[in-house]
């Protein structure tokens, strides 16, 4: 079995570069939805998210930390 730790390698440096690329997918997306869940909060405003948010009070916060509706804008 000469030379099978070479296809061992190829099989190894696909496997790692697949991983990367999920890895930045998933990054990207988490940026992507962020940004747009912020704009639309953001142009709803926060009474509207308040009177239609179906999840816990905890989740609201995090929610409006996330977008910053708690901080005033300028």
Do not use: N, Q
């Amino acid at each position: 079995m000469t030379g099978s730790w070479g296809w061992d390698l190829l099989i190894g440096i696909v496997v790692a570069l697949l991983v990367a690329w999920l890895a930045l997918i998933a990054t990207l997306a988490i940026v992507v939805v962020t940004m747009v869940l912020r704009s639309v909060v953001r142009r709803a405003g926060l009474e509207a998210v308040r009177r239609h948010w179906p999840g816990t009070d905890d989740g609201l916060a995090a929610l409006t930390r996330l977008t910053g509706l708690d901080k005033p804008r300028a």
